[in-house]
Each structure stands twice: as structure tokens, then as C-alpha cells.
């Protein structure tokens, strides 16, 4: 197990990556405790000093029809002045709502899963609502108590799940819920999601390189070290076998390398992988940028120069790719996330579906790290 510095933040050799705060209310600080003799604002405060009930002053507040709009006015001058604010809670119990979305996470300690978050935390915070997180961590007991116990079900008005492998009997709870939900990242059977072409990502990152002359190409995978599976390792390793084949090109198993979406064990992989230098690819394409950057390293290690020996390729355009040189498909997890969290809130304000395109853009990046193979 990886030394960390006390304060959760791994001391091992990944690359530098943003660190999520765990509790399960992203944003959630410690309980508050009020300094002795010190008077909290309530609402039957603001109600008296007006000489209006409390309703009045929830329905003003919330903006509520039914209220003049001077009242309004005196009510919303009176709140402020006294430092009254109403509590998401309060504001559920009144509109049957409990002003907070999950987000259903295979794991946490992921890139693209930390950006998405970014992404959604930052659509809800404008609109007043909360994140529950509950990530599944590889833990099966966990995993049923989310889908079985109907935490989901009572605690929040929306659900997001990230790019997740769904049993057939999740797929149909999913798919049952009384509330807006949708999938962002791979696609899931019957659910509709919000996310990049993968497919099509990765024909444009293999046809790249074939485009560079390179035919022996080597793929740096992800997959399921953990317990729970997610789509988007089996959706990208077939598209890049799919594609090598439509080009007729052979797709060696020796040269489907193991990465996992980490930094470390695609190094590990890599030193492997490139090890013989008289039968080694020309070429990597790697699912992850995270798995890029190990392969890079590998290659540092092994004196294979980048890109006049070895071309590398990754998926995701990382926030450290750009310093790296790294040639890349650009995606953007943040948008994706804000983009799945405006669609949910929309809905939940019109009470119907949206129409909405589920392909998010992506682009090719070439940058330092990929050239014409040598002849």
C-alpha cells in the first residue's frame, strides 16, 4: 500500500492529479457550532420582525407566486438584514424536493471521474443544489446497498451515474426511477447517456498513427482491477482492434499491454513491452493519458527516444499533456459533466425529458510525441 502525507494524498509515482474531497456531500464542512450567547436567525425570526407568518416568508423567498410583490421585497430587505438563510432543506420540505443530485462513481481516484465531478459540482452549486456522492470502491456489499436498499430512491431528486457496467437487473432499476437520471461516459444498455464517441475517438488515434507509416502498434489498455467494471476500457480495446483490422493490419495479443487508467502499472507494462529491441512496436495507443505518461517513462528508462523510435498516443488531453508534448484526442470531462448536470436540473424544472445530442466533441491534438515511422 502507497505512503500517503496524512492527509489521504497518495506519496507513490503517479503523476500530479487533483485531489477530490471524500464525504459523501461533496462541500459538506465540519458540523457548526455556534459561539455561546450568539442568536442564529430562524425564519420565525424574519416572520415576526415584519409581522407576517413564516409561510409569507418562504413562499417570498423562494419566489413563489401568491406574494405582492412589496411584500416581496420587504421580505427579501429583512432577510438580508438579519442574515436569515433558508436551508435547502427547509426549501425540499416545501417543494417535495430535496434539493440534491447523486452521482453514482465506480471509483474516485480517477481522473476523468475527479474532472466530471468538477464539472457537475459546479452546475449544482449555481443552482442551489447539493452532490451525493456514492462511489461503489470495489467493495460488492457496497454496491447492493446502493441498488437494493433504495438509498437512492429517498435521498435526491436526480442520479448520475459515470460510465459504469450495469447488471441487467441494475439496468432496470436505473431505468425505473421516478426521477431524471442518465449515464455520462461508454454508453449503458437502455440508458441514455452523455459522452464522447469512443469508437470514433479511437479510430482517430489508431488511423493517426497509420497515417504516420506505423503498422506495428502496441495498445496500453485499461480494464477491471477492481471489483466493479465500467464500460469504457471494453468499448475502447474493441474499437482499436476494429480498427487495425479494417486497415488489415495484424493486432499482436503480446502487444495488448495491461495499464489499468494508472500511471504506474502502464510503466511497469511498458518496460515489458519494449523491452526486446529487435521485435518492439513502432507505435503505442493507449487508452488513457495517464497510461501515456507511463508508457513515456518506460521508454526514458529504456533509452527509446519519443517519437523517433516510438510514436505515443493517449485519449483524454489531461491537464498534464500539454507540458508532456503529449499527442492526444482531447475530451472534456468537465463540460461533459456540466452538461448531463443542466440537462438533469432542466428536467427537473419542466417535468419532462430533454432533447439533446449525446455525442460530446473530441479532437485530435498532435503535439510532440508522435512522427512518421522511420523507414
Known amino acids: ?43 420565525d425570526d424574519v416572520a415576526a420582525s415584519l409581522g407576517v407568518s413564516t409561510a409569507t416568508v418562504s413562499r417570498a423567498l423562494r419566489g413563489l407566486p401568491g406574494v405582492a410583490e412589496d411584500t416581496r421585497a420587504r421580505v427579501t430587505s429583512a432577510a438580508k438584514r438579519l442574515g436569515y438563510v433558508p436551508s435547502s432543506a427547509a426549501s425540499g420540505l416545501a417543494s417535495g424536493r430535496t434539493m440534491a443530485m447523486g452521482v453514482l462513481v465506480p471509483v474516485i481516484d480517477r481522473w476523468y ?38 438509498i437512492l430512491r429517498k435521498r435526491i431528486d436526480a442520479l448520475l451515474v459515470m460510465c459504469m457496467h450495469l447488471t441487467e437487473e441494475e439496468r432496470t432499476a436505473v431505468q425505473e426511477l421516478d426521477y431524471p437520471n442518465i449515464v455520462v461516459g461508454g454508453a449503458v444498455e437502455g440508458v441514455r447517456h452523455v459522452g464522447i464517441d469512443d469508437a470514433r475517438a479511437v479510430r482517430d488515434a489508431v488511423e493517426h498513427l497509420i497515417g504516420l507509416g506505423h503498422t506495428r502498434i502496441a495498445h496500453m489498455r485499461g480494464g477491471g482491477s477492481f471489483d466493479i467494471d465500467f464500460e469504457v476500457p471494453r468499448l475502447r480495446e474493441q474499437a482499436f482492434q476494429q480498427t487495425m483490422t479494417d486497415h488489415g493490419l495484424s493486432v499482436r495479443e503480446d502487444w495488448s499491454a495491461f495499464g489499468d487508467f494508472r500511471f504506474a502499472t502502464s510503466r511497469a507494462s511498458a518496460l515489458e513491452l519494449l523491452a526486446d529491441p529487435a521485435d518492439r ?16 517513462k518506460a521508454a526514458a528508462e529504456l533509452g527509446v527516444s519519443v517519437p523517433g523510435e516510438l510514436s505515443v498516443i493517449g485519449i483524454d488531453d489531461h491537464e498534464f499533456s500539454e507540458p508532456m508534448g503529449l499527442t492526444t484526442i482531447r475530451q472534456d470531462p468537465e463540460d461533459q459533466g456540466a452538461f ?14 430533454a432533447d439533446y445530442p449525446p455525442s460530446r466533441p473530441h479532437a485530435l491534438v498532435e503535439r510532440a510525441t508522435t512522427a512518421p515511422v522511420r523507414a
Do not use: K
Open 113 to 150: 471521474f475527479s474532472a466530471v465531478l468538477e464539472g457537475v459540482d459546479r452546475q449544482l452549486r449555481a443552482a442551489g443544489y447539493d452532490l451525493i456522492l456514492f462511489s461503489l470502491g470495489g467493495a460488492g456489499v457496497n454496491r447492493d446497498r446502493v441498488f437494493h436498499r433504495s
Open 281 to 296: 512496436p513502432t507505435a503505442v495507443f493507449c487508452s488513457s493519458d495517464e497510461m501515456a505518461f507511463g508508457v513515456l
Open 340 to 353: 448531463a448536470a443542466d440537462l438533469l436540473l432542466g428536467e427537473l424544472l419542466r417535468n419532462e425529458p
Open 1 to 43: 500500500m502507497a505512503a500517503t502525507d496524512g492527509r489521504g494524498v497518495r506519496l507513490d509515482d503517479h503523476p500530479p492529479r487533483r485531489v477530490l474531497r471524500a464525504p459523501a456531500v461533496l462541500r459538506a464542512g465540519p458540523a457548526r457550532r455556534w459561539p455561546e450567547g450568539l442568536t442564529v436567525t430562524s425564519i
